[in-house]
Protein backbone atom coordinates (compact mmCIF):
# COMPACT_ATOMS: atom_id res chain seq x y z
CA UNK A 1 0.00 0.00 0.00
CA UNK A 2 3.04 2.45 0.89
CA UNK A 3 4.90 1.67 -1.77
CA UNK A 4 1.87 2.79 -4.05
CA UNK A 5 1.43 5.81 -1.96
CA UNK A 6 5.17 6.66 -2.21
CA UNK A 7 5.27 6.72 -6.25
CA UNK A 8 2.39 8.63 -6.35
CA UNK A 9 3.98 11.45 -3.74
CA UNK A 10 7.43 10.60 -5.39
CA UNK A 11 7.79 12.89 -8.55
CA UNK A 12 9.74 11.59 -10.30
CA UNK A 13 8.44 13.47 -13.42
CA UNK A 14 10.44 16.27 -12.03
CA UNK A 15 13.72 14.47 -13.13
CA UNK A 16 13.48 14.97 -16.96
CA UNK A 17 17.23 14.32 -18.63
CA UNK A 18 16.95 18.24 -20.28
CA UNK A 19 15.70 20.04 -16.99
CA UNK A 20 18.16 17.78 -14.73
CA UNK A 21 20.85 18.98 -17.25
CA UNK A 22 19.44 22.22 -17.48
CA UNK A 23 19.64 22.88 -13.66
CA UNK A 24 23.34 21.56 -13.55
CA UNK A 25 24.60 23.67 -16.14
CA UNK A 26 23.74 26.60 -14.27
CA UNK A 27 24.05 25.52 -10.98
CA UNK A 28 28.04 24.55 -12.07
CA UNK A 29 28.44 28.02 -14.59
CA UNK A 30 27.54 30.26 -11.45
CA UNK A 31 30.15 28.24 -8.93
CA UNK A 32 33.39 28.30 -11.54
CA UNK A 33 33.02 25.27 -12.26
CA UNK A 34 33.04 23.02 -15.39
CA UNK A 35 31.92 19.26 -16.39
CA UNK A 36 35.93 18.55 -15.76
CA UNK A 37 37.68 20.38 -12.52
CA UNK A 38 40.99 20.39 -10.88
CA UNK A 39 40.83 18.57 -7.71
CA UNK A 40 44.21 20.18 -5.62
CA UNK A 41 44.38 23.57 -4.68
CA UNK A 42 47.86 24.87 -2.41
CA UNK A 43 48.29 27.96 -4.40
CA UNK A 44 47.34 26.72 -7.36
CA UNK A 45 45.27 24.79 -9.43
CA UNK A 46 46.32 21.11 -10.60
CA UNK A 47 45.73 17.22 -10.04
CA UNK A 48 47.05 14.21 -11.18
CA UNK A 49 45.29 11.52 -9.52
CA UNK A 50 42.35 9.93 -10.87
CA UNK A 51 39.32 11.15 -12.13
CA UNK A 52 36.38 10.79 -10.30
CA UNK A 53 32.93 11.58 -11.63
CA UNK A 54 29.83 13.46 -9.60
CA UNK A 55 27.07 11.35 -9.45
CA UNK A 56 23.53 13.30 -8.92
CA UNK A 57 21.76 10.40 -6.39
CA UNK A 58 18.59 11.16 -7.47
CA UNK A 59 18.77 10.84 -10.80
CA UNK A 60 22.00 8.50 -11.61
CA UNK A 61 23.42 11.45 -13.38
CA UNK A 62 26.60 12.56 -14.06
CA UNK A 63 26.87 15.77 -12.47
CA UNK A 64 30.74 16.54 -13.80
CA UNK A 65 34.06 15.28 -12.71
CA UNK A 66 37.28 15.89 -10.30
CA UNK A 67 40.61 15.39 -10.98
CA UNK A 68 42.04 14.02 -7.54
CA UNK A 69 45.63 14.34 -5.83
CA UNK A 70 48.00 11.92 -5.93
CA UNK A 71 50.96 11.76 -3.08
CA UNK A 72 53.07 13.36 -5.52
CA UNK A 73 50.59 16.16 -5.21
CA UNK A 74 49.16 16.02 -1.46
CA UNK A 75 53.37 16.48 -0.67
CA UNK A 76 54.10 19.35 -2.71
CA UNK A 77 50.48 20.48 -1.15
CA UNK A 78 51.43 19.93 2.44
CA UNK A 79 54.96 21.79 1.60
CA UNK A 80 53.19 24.56 0.61
CA UNK A 81 50.58 24.62 3.67
CA UNK A 82 53.66 24.58 6.02
CA UNK A 83 55.16 27.44 4.42
CA UNK A 84 51.89 29.50 4.17
CA UNK A 85 50.93 29.03 8.23
CA UNK A 86 54.51 30.45 9.09
CA UNK A 87 53.33 33.55 7.26
CA UNK A 88 49.66 33.23 8.10
CA UNK A 89 50.51 32.65 11.89
CA UNK A 90 52.53 36.10 12.27
CA UNK A 91 49.67 38.42 11.13
CA UNK A 92 47.37 39.33 13.68
CA UNK A 93 44.17 37.80 14.75
CA UNK A 94 41.94 40.41 14.36
CA UNK A 95 43.57 40.54 10.65
CA UNK A 96 42.84 36.85 10.47
CA UNK A 97 38.96 37.20 10.93
CA UNK A 98 38.99 40.57 9.01
CA UNK A 99 39.89 38.00 6.21
CA UNK A 100 37.18 35.39 7.39
CA UNK A 101 34.88 37.81 7.52
CA UNK A 102 35.63 38.55 4.01
CA UNK A 103 35.49 34.50 3.19
CA UNK A 104 31.83 35.28 4.80
CA UNK A 105 30.36 37.61 2.45
CA UNK A 106 31.88 35.82 -0.48
CA UNK A 107 30.34 32.66 0.79
CA UNK A 108 26.32 34.42 1.21
CA UNK A 109 27.07 35.94 -2.27
CA UNK A 110 27.30 32.39 -3.30
CA UNK A 111 24.55 30.51 -1.04
CA UNK A 112 21.97 30.00 -3.98
CA UNK A 113 23.72 28.00 -6.24
CA UNK A 114 26.12 26.56 -3.44
CA UNK A 115 23.68 25.34 -2.10
CA UNK A 116 21.47 24.28 -4.89
CA UNK A 117 25.09 21.86 -5.69
CA UNK A 118 24.68 20.20 -2.19
CA UNK A 119 21.02 19.52 -2.82
CA UNK A 120 22.45 17.75 -5.96
CA UNK A 121 25.71 16.33 -5.24
CA UNK A 122 24.80 15.04 -1.84
CA UNK A 123 20.90 14.57 -2.72
CA UNK A 124 19.52 16.41 0.87
CA UNK A 125 16.78 18.94 -0.29
CA UNK A 126 17.17 22.18 -0.96
CA UNK A 127 16.64 24.18 2.16
CA UNK A 128 18.85 21.79 3.83
CA UNK A 129 21.77 22.19 1.25
CA UNK A 130 21.06 26.18 1.70
CA UNK A 131 20.50 26.02 5.00
CA UNK A 132 24.38 23.78 5.49
CA UNK A 133 26.12 27.14 3.44
CA UNK A 134 24.46 29.26 6.00
CA UNK A 135 25.48 27.24 8.91
CA UNK A 136 29.37 28.01 7.19
CA UNK A 137 28.43 31.68 7.18
CA UNK A 138 26.89 31.51 10.93
CA UNK A 139 30.22 29.99 11.67
CA UNK A 140 32.60 32.55 9.93
CA UNK A 141 30.33 34.83 11.88
CA UNK A 142 31.41 33.18 15.02
CA UNK A 143 35.36 32.91 14.39
CA UNK A 144 35.67 36.93 13.40
CA UNK A 145 34.28 37.57 17.02
CA UNK A 146 36.77 35.11 18.16
CA UNK A 147 39.37 36.45 16.50
CA UNK A 148 39.84 39.05 19.01
CA UNK A 149 38.93 37.22 22.35
CA UNK A 150 41.45 34.24 22.07
CA UNK A 151 42.05 34.94 25.88
CA UNK A 152 44.77 33.29 27.87
CA UNK A 153 44.89 33.96 31.80
CA UNK A 154 46.79 35.13 34.60
CA UNK A 155 47.95 32.73 36.90
CA UNK A 156 49.41 33.69 40.50
CA UNK A 157 52.63 33.19 41.18
CA UNK A 158 53.45 32.24 44.73
CA UNK A 159 57.11 33.51 43.80
CA UNK A 160 57.44 37.45 44.64
CA UNK A 161 58.38 39.68 41.39
CA UNK A 162 56.88 36.36 39.31
CA UNK A 163 54.03 36.84 36.89
CA UNK A 164 52.55 33.74 35.16
CA UNK A 165 50.34 33.42 32.53
CA UNK A 166 48.68 30.99 29.70
CA UNK A 167 49.26 31.48 26.15
CA UNK A 168 48.09 30.16 23.14
CA UNK A 169 49.73 29.59 19.59
CA UNK A 170 48.77 28.73 16.14
CA UNK A 171 49.33 24.16 15.90
CA UNK A 172 50.45 25.17 12.64
CA UNK A 173 48.96 22.85 9.81
CA UNK A 174 45.34 21.05 9.94
CA UNK A 175 44.25 18.11 8.26
CA UNK A 176 40.56 18.14 7.71
CA UNK A 177 39.02 15.07 6.40
CA UNK A 178 35.19 15.74 6.17
CA UNK A 179 32.57 13.63 5.11
CA UNK A 180 29.70 13.15 2.32
CA UNK A 181 26.52 14.16 4.30
CA UNK A 182 27.57 17.71 5.22
CA UNK A 183 30.09 18.48 2.58
CA UNK A 184 29.98 22.57 3.50
CA UNK A 185 29.39 22.70 6.91
CA UNK A 186 32.23 20.54 8.74
CA UNK A 187 34.91 21.83 6.60
CA UNK A 188 33.78 25.48 7.52
CA UNK A 189 33.45 24.77 11.47
CA UNK A 190 37.07 23.77 11.13
CA UNK A 191 38.28 25.95 8.62
CA UNK A 192 36.77 29.65 9.91
CA UNK A 193 37.89 28.39 13.75
CA UNK A 194 40.85 27.15 12.59
CA UNK A 195 42.01 29.78 10.31
CA UNK A 196 41.78 32.86 13.39
CA UNK A 197 43.36 30.66 15.06
CA UNK A 198 46.74 31.18 12.68
CA UNK A 199 46.73 27.93 11.11
CA UNK A 200 46.87 26.83 7.43
CA UNK A 201 44.48 24.05 6.50
CA UNK A 202 44.35 21.25 3.83
CA UNK A 203 41.36 19.93 3.03
CA UNK A 204 40.04 16.29 1.76
CA UNK A 205 36.60 16.16 1.09
CA UNK A 206 34.10 13.48 0.28
CA UNK A 207 35.14 11.88 -3.02
CA UNK A 208 31.16 11.54 -3.44
CA UNK A 209 31.10 15.24 -3.27
CA UNK A 210 34.26 16.34 -4.35
CA UNK A 211 32.25 18.84 -6.63
CA UNK A 212 31.20 20.76 -3.53
CA UNK A 213 34.74 20.62 -2.08
CA UNK A 214 36.14 22.30 -5.09
CA UNK A 215 33.47 25.49 -5.39
CA UNK A 216 34.04 26.07 -1.54
CA UNK A 217 37.48 26.12 -2.59
CA UNK A 218 37.43 28.79 -5.16
CA UNK A 219 35.47 31.18 -3.26
CA UNK A 220 38.15 30.72 -0.31
CA UNK A 221 40.86 31.26 -2.78
CA UNK A 222 39.29 34.05 -4.42
CA UNK A 223 39.67 36.21 -1.27
CA UNK A 224 43.08 35.22 -0.41
CA UNK A 225 44.61 35.50 -3.35
CA UNK A 226 43.11 39.41 -3.14
CA UNK A 227 44.64 40.09 -0.46
CA UNK A 228 47.67 39.03 -1.54
CA UNK A 229 48.29 35.96 0.95
CA UNK A 230 49.02 32.57 0.01
CA UNK A 231 46.52 30.28 -1.01
CA UNK A 232 47.51 27.44 0.16
CA UNK A 233 46.39 28.68 3.88
CA UNK A 234 43.29 27.25 2.34
CA UNK A 235 44.26 24.25 0.73
CA UNK A 236 42.70 21.00 -1.04
CA UNK A 237 43.59 17.42 -1.99
CA UNK A 238 40.55 15.96 -3.10
CA UNK A 239 41.13 11.88 -3.02
CA UNK A 240 40.25 9.17 -1.23
CA UNK A 241 41.24 6.37 1.33
CA UNK A 242 45.09 6.46 0.09
CA UNK A 243 45.11 10.41 0.70
CA UNK A 244 43.32 10.21 3.93
CA UNK A 245 45.72 7.78 5.23
CA UNK A 246 48.74 9.92 3.64
CA UNK A 247 47.41 13.13 6.23
CA UNK A 248 46.53 10.97 9.02
CA UNK A 249 50.58 9.59 9.23
CA UNK A 250 52.36 12.70 7.65
CA UNK A 251 54.14 14.39 10.76
CA UNK A 252 53.58 17.94 9.19
CA UNK A 253 50.24 17.88 9.94
CA UNK A 254 49.99 19.05 13.77
CA UNK A 255 46.11 18.20 13.65
CA UNK A 256 43.71 15.81 12.20
CA UNK A 257 40.24 16.63 12.23
CA UNK A 258 38.46 13.80 10.96
CA UNK A 259 34.76 13.21 10.88
CA UNK A 260 33.51 9.69 9.24
CA UNK A 261 32.76 6.67 10.40
CA UNK A 262 33.98 4.71 13.91
CA UNK A 263 35.86 2.01 12.33
CA UNK A 264 37.78 4.23 10.02
CA UNK A 265 38.15 7.24 13.00
CA UNK A 266 39.99 4.90 15.16
CA UNK A 267 42.63 3.75 12.18
CA UNK A 268 42.98 7.58 11.82
CA UNK A 269 43.21 8.30 16.08
CA UNK A 270 46.17 5.30 15.97
CA UNK A 271 47.70 6.13 12.98
CA UNK A 272 48.09 10.16 14.45
CA UNK A 273 48.67 8.80 17.91
CA UNK A 274 51.65 6.85 16.76
CA UNK A 275 53.41 10.06 15.42
CA UNK A 276 52.20 12.10 18.66
CA UNK A 277 49.79 14.34 16.65
CA UNK A 278 46.72 15.89 17.56
CA UNK A 279 43.33 14.75 16.45
CA UNK A 280 39.62 15.81 16.29
CA UNK A 281 37.24 12.89 15.90
CA UNK A 282 33.57 13.33 15.00
CA UNK A 283 32.18 9.65 14.35
CA UNK A 284 28.97 7.60 14.78
CA UNK A 285 25.84 8.69 16.34
CA UNK A 286 23.12 6.29 17.79
CA UNK A 287 20.97 9.10 18.98
CA UNK A 288 18.05 8.27 20.80
CA UNK A 289 14.89 10.37 21.72
CA UNK A 290 12.90 9.92 25.08
CA UNK A 291 9.41 10.73 25.53
CA UNK A 292 8.09 10.53 29.26
CA UNK A 293 3.84 10.34 29.53
CA UNK A 294 4.31 14.23 30.99
CA UNK A 295 5.51 15.14 27.66
CA UNK A 296 3.85 17.49 24.79
CA UNK A 297 2.69 14.91 22.30
CA UNK A 298 2.53 17.38 19.21
CA UNK A 299 5.91 18.78 20.07
CA UNK A 300 7.58 15.38 20.22
CA UNK A 301 5.76 14.20 17.53
CA UNK A 302 6.99 16.43 15.03
CA UNK A 303 10.37 17.20 16.41
CA UNK A 304 10.91 13.11 16.11
CA UNK A 305 9.96 12.82 12.50
CA UNK A 306 12.36 16.16 11.92
CA UNK A 307 14.80 14.22 13.30
CA UNK A 308 14.34 11.25 12.05
CA UNK A 309 13.41 11.68 8.09
CA UNK A 310 15.27 15.04 8.07
CA UNK A 311 18.64 14.34 5.22
CA UNK A 312 17.08 10.94 4.82
CA UNK A 313 18.04 9.79 7.87
CA UNK A 314 22.06 10.65 6.79
CA UNK A 315 22.79 13.15 9.47
CA UNK A 316 25.20 11.69 12.35
CA UNK A 317 22.27 13.41 15.10
CA UNK A 318 19.72 11.69 13.10
CA UNK A 319 17.01 10.10 15.67
CA UNK A 320 17.61 6.73 15.24
CA UNK A 321 16.09 4.96 18.83
CA UNK A 322 12.89 6.34 20.15
CA UNK A 323 11.90 5.50 23.66
CA UNK A 324 7.99 5.76 24.50
CA UNK A 325 6.43 5.36 28.04
CA UNK A 326 4.00 2.54 28.11
CA UNK A 327 1.21 5.44 28.93
CA UNK A 328 1.30 7.19 25.40
CA UNK A 329 2.67 4.49 23.72
CA UNK A 330 0.56 3.22 21.11
CA UNK A 331 -1.39 6.97 20.82
CA UNK A 332 2.09 8.28 19.67
CA UNK A 333 2.42 5.39 17.32
CA UNK A 334 -0.26 6.02 15.80
CA UNK A 335 0.19 10.18 14.98
CA UNK A 336 3.45 9.28 13.86
CA UNK A 337 2.58 7.10 11.51
CA UNK A 338 -0.02 9.55 10.15
CA UNK A 339 2.49 12.12 10.36
CA UNK A 340 5.21 9.76 8.15
CA UNK A 341 2.18 9.02 5.34
CA UNK A 342 2.57 12.73 4.23
CA UNK A 343 6.39 12.82 4.09
CA UNK A 344 6.98 13.52 0.14
CA UNK A 345 9.66 11.43 -1.02
CA UNK A 346 11.67 13.21 -4.66
CA UNK A 347 13.75 15.41 -6.09
CA UNK A 348 15.16 17.61 -3.22
CA UNK A 349 15.44 21.11 -5.69
CA UNK A 350 11.65 20.66 -5.39
CA UNK A 351 9.42 22.60 -2.93
CA UNK A 352 7.25 20.71 -0.76
CA UNK A 353 9.98 17.88 -0.79
CA UNK A 354 10.73 16.40 2.58
CA UNK A 355 12.65 13.28 2.02
CA UNK A 356 15.42 13.15 -0.98
CA UNK A 357 17.36 9.67 -2.00
CA UNK A 358 20.08 8.23 0.01
CA UNK A 359 23.51 9.41 -1.13
CA UNK A 360 24.64 5.91 -3.09
CA UNK A 361 23.50 2.33 -4.15
CA UNK A 362 25.49 1.32 -1.12
CA UNK A 363 23.50 3.33 1.46
CA UNK A 364 20.10 1.60 0.10
CA UNK A 365 21.78 -1.91 0.43
CA UNK A 366 22.54 -1.16 3.98
CA UNK A 367 18.84 0.03 4.75
CA UNK A 368 17.98 -3.06 3.03
CA UNK A 369 20.22 -5.19 5.43
CA UNK A 370 18.67 -3.11 8.33
CA UNK A 371 15.08 -4.24 7.04
CA UNK A 372 16.04 -7.59 7.07
CA UNK A 373 17.57 -8.07 10.48
CA UNK A 374 15.05 -6.14 12.03
CA UNK A 375 12.99 -9.08 11.06
CA UNK A 376 15.55 -11.70 12.04
CA UNK A 377 16.05 -10.16 15.42
CA UNK A 378 12.41 -10.68 16.39
CA UNK A 379 11.55 -7.22 15.37
CA UNK A 380 8.17 -5.68 13.60
CA UNK A 381 7.92 -3.33 10.21
CA UNK A 382 5.49 -0.51 11.19
CA UNK A 383 5.97 1.56 8.39
CA UNK A 384 8.24 1.67 5.08
CA UNK A 385 10.68 -0.86 4.79
CA UNK A 386 10.89 -0.77 1.28
CA UNK A 387 13.83 0.58 -1.19
CA UNK A 388 12.24 2.03 -4.05
CA UNK A 389 13.77 0.02 -6.63
CA UNK A 390 11.17 1.12 -9.56
CA UNK A 391 12.40 4.68 -9.49
CA UNK A 392 14.83 6.87 -10.96
CA UNK A 393 17.34 7.24 -8.16
CA UNK A 394 18.52 6.11 -4.21
CA UNK A 395 15.37 5.89 -2.86
CA UNK A 396 13.72 4.41 0.59
CA UNK A 397 10.49 5.07 2.25
CA UNK A 398 11.20 6.43 5.35
CA UNK A 399 10.91 3.24 8.03
CA UNK A 400 9.53 2.67 11.56
CA UNK A 401 10.16 -0.25 13.03
CA UNK A 402 8.95 -1.95 16.81
CA UNK A 403 11.88 -3.62 18.59
CA UNK A 404 13.89 -4.95 21.57
CA UNK A 405 16.36 -2.02 23.27
CA UNK A 406 19.44 -4.48 23.06
CA UNK A 407 19.04 -6.01 19.23
CA UNK A 408 22.23 -5.93 17.91
CA UNK A 409 20.47 -4.41 14.75
CA UNK A 410 19.17 -1.25 17.16
CA UNK A 411 23.07 -0.84 18.67
CA UNK A 412 24.42 -0.52 15.42
CA UNK A 413 24.11 3.19 13.21
CA UNK A 414 22.88 2.73 10.06
CA UNK A 415 23.15 5.81 7.75
CA UNK A 416 19.46 6.01 7.00
CA UNK A 417 16.17 6.63 7.73
CA UNK A 418 14.99 4.07 10.30
CA UNK A 419 13.40 4.28 13.26
CA UNK A 420 13.54 1.98 16.01
CA UNK A 421 10.76 2.14 18.16
CA UNK A 422 10.81 0.45 22.32
CA UNK A 423 8.31 0.65 24.95
CA UNK A 424 9.55 1.64 28.75
CA UNK A 425 7.47 1.65 31.68
CA UNK A 426 10.44 3.55 34.15
CA UNK A 427 12.31 6.41 32.94
CA UNK A 428 15.38 4.90 34.79
CA UNK A 429 15.22 2.21 32.22
CA UNK A 430 14.90 4.61 29.43
CA UNK A 431 18.34 6.75 30.70
CA UNK A 432 20.50 3.43 30.65
CA UNK A 433 18.79 2.17 27.53
CA UNK A 434 20.10 5.71 25.99
CA UNK A 435 23.62 5.00 27.50
CA UNK A 436 23.75 0.94 26.75
CA UNK A 437 25.31 1.72 22.96
CA UNK A 438 28.67 2.55 22.27
CA UNK A 439 28.03 5.83 20.40
CA UNK A 440 27.40 8.63 22.33
CA UNK A 441 26.41 11.82 20.61
CA UNK A 442 23.35 13.12 21.00
CA UNK A 443 19.89 12.69 22.76
CA UNK A 444 16.78 14.03 24.19
CA UNK A 445 14.04 14.13 26.45
CA UNK A 446 10.54 15.52 25.83
CA UNK A 447 9.16 15.74 29.52
CA UNK A 448 7.33 18.54 31.16
CA UNK A 449 8.93 18.03 34.70
CA UNK A 450 11.68 20.02 35.80
CA UNK A 451 13.05 16.84 38.00
CA UNK A 452 13.31 15.04 35.46
CA UNK A 453 14.66 17.25 33.33
CA UNK A 454 18.01 18.09 35.51
CA UNK A 455 18.68 14.70 36.45
CA UNK A 456 18.58 13.85 32.09
CA UNK A 457 21.56 16.65 32.40
CA UNK A 458 22.65 15.67 35.22
CA UNK A 459 25.72 12.67 36.69
CA UNK A 460 23.14 10.00 36.23
CA UNK A 461 21.21 11.18 32.75
CA UNK A 462 22.65 10.74 29.60
CA UNK A 463 26.06 10.09 28.68
CA UNK A 464 26.14 12.15 25.04
CA UNK A 465 28.04 15.10 24.32
CA UNK A 466 24.63 16.80 23.28
CA UNK A 467 21.75 16.21 25.72
CA UNK A 468 18.76 18.16 24.77
CA UNK A 469 15.23 18.48 26.34
CA UNK A 470 12.16 18.96 24.09
CA UNK A 471 14.23 19.48 20.70
CA UNK A 472 15.26 16.92 18.48
CA UNK A 473 18.63 15.51 18.66
CA UNK A 474 19.79 17.26 15.48
CA UNK A 475 19.94 20.93 14.25
CA UNK A 476 22.51 22.20 16.30
CA UNK A 477 23.66 25.93 16.91
CA UNK A 478 27.01 26.60 15.79
CA UNK A 479 27.15 28.54 19.27
CA UNK A 480 27.79 25.25 21.24
CA UNK A 481 31.02 22.68 21.52
CA UNK A 482 29.51 20.36 18.86
CA UNK A 483 30.92 16.27 19.41
CA UNK A 484 29.97 13.43 21.46
CA UNK A 485 31.82 10.77 23.66
CA UNK A 486 32.72 7.48 23.20
CA UNK A 487 32.80 6.01 20.07
CA UNK A 488 31.80 9.02 18.97
CA UNK A 489 35.32 10.07 19.32
CA UNK A 490 35.49 12.60 22.03
CA UNK A 491 36.18 15.69 19.43
CA UNK A 492 34.63 18.70 20.32
CA UNK A 493 33.90 21.20 17.20
CA UNK A 494 32.44 24.91 16.28
CA UNK A 495 31.39 27.30 19.49
CA UNK A 496 32.75 27.25 23.20
CA UNK A 497 35.95 26.19 24.02
CA UNK A 498 36.28 24.55 20.94
CA UNK A 499 38.94 26.91 19.20
CA UNK A 500 41.39 25.61 21.86
CA UNK A 501 41.80 22.48 20.27
CA UNK A 502 43.06 24.58 17.13
CA UNK A 503 46.03 25.80 19.27
CA UNK A 504 48.98 25.02 21.60
CA UNK A 505 48.45 25.98 24.92
CA UNK A 506 51.49 27.58 26.40
CA UNK A 507 52.49 28.27 30.41
CA UNK A 508 55.02 30.70 31.11
CA UNK A 509 56.42 32.35 33.91
CA UNK A 510 58.02 36.01 34.03
CA UNK A 511 60.78 36.84 36.10
CA UNK A 512 61.27 40.45 37.19
CA UNK A 513 62.53 39.93 40.72
CA UNK A 514 66.25 39.79 39.84
CA UNK A 515 66.07 37.31 42.53
CA UNK A 516 65.63 33.58 42.08
CA UNK A 517 62.74 31.81 44.33
CA UNK A 518 62.27 28.47 43.45
CA UNK A 519 58.74 26.74 43.27
CA UNK A 520 57.89 24.52 46.22
CA UNK A 521 60.48 26.87 48.32
CA UNK A 522 63.33 24.97 47.36
CA UNK A 523 66.30 25.87 48.08
CA UNK A 524 69.37 24.90 45.73
CA UNK A 525 72.71 26.90 46.82
Sequence with gaps: MFVQQSARLLRNRAFSTSAARRTTSVTLKALGLDAYNLGVYNGAWGGNGTIVESVNPATGEVIGAVQQANLSDLNQTLDNASQAAKIWRSVPAPKRGEIVRQMRNALFAKIEPLGKLVALEMGKILPEGIGEVQEYIDIADYAVGLSRMLNGQVVPSERAGHMMMEVWNPVGVVGVISAFNFPVAVYGWNSAISMVCGNSVVWKGAPTTALTSVAVTKILAEVLETNNLPGAICSLASGGAEIGNAIA?????????????????????????????????????????????????????????????????????????????????????????????????????????????????????????????????????????????????????????????????????????????????????????????????????????????????????????IVNVNIPTNGAEIGGAFGGEKETGGGRESGSTAWQQYMRRQTCTINYSGMLPLAQGIKFE
Design 249 to 465: HDKRVDLVSFTGSTNTGRKVALAVQARFGKSLLELGGNNAIIVHNDADIDLAVRSVLFAAVGTAGQRCTTTRRLFLHADIHDTFIERLIKAYEQIKIGNPLESGILCGPLHTKQSVRAFEQGVEDVKAQGGKILHGGNALHHLVGNFVEPTITSIAHDAPVVHREIFAPILHTIKYDDISEAVAWNNEVGQGLSSSLFTTSPEKMFNWIGPEGSDCG
